[in-house]
């Protein structure tokens, strides 16, 4: 896969995990995370794509700083 089949699977699945946390509401548990709720997870997701975005865009070759990072709602 070359980096722009990378960026639309990317997107595509995105987009499909958006259309299924707007179907089961942002107030829905999430049965593989006890404590989250969808809105707990779609923000984890989104901080998580933002981070990597960040460091793929400044085209950074230091270390990444995962304490930046949360890992709990």
Do not use: K, N
Request: glycine residues 4%; hydrophobic residues 35%; proline residues 7%.
């Amino acid at each position: 896969m070359d980096s722009a089949q990378d960026v639309h699977a990317l997107r595509a699945d995105t987009d499909r995990r958006g259309d299924e946390a707007e179907a089961a509401g942002l107030d829905a548990p999430v049965p593989s995370c006890p404590a989250w709720t969808v809105d707990d997870l779609t923000r984890h997701v989104g901080t998580v794509q933002r981070f990597w975005a960040s460091l793929v865009t400044s085209r950074s070759t230091d270390m990444p700083d995962f304490s930046a990072m949360s890992t709990s709602p």
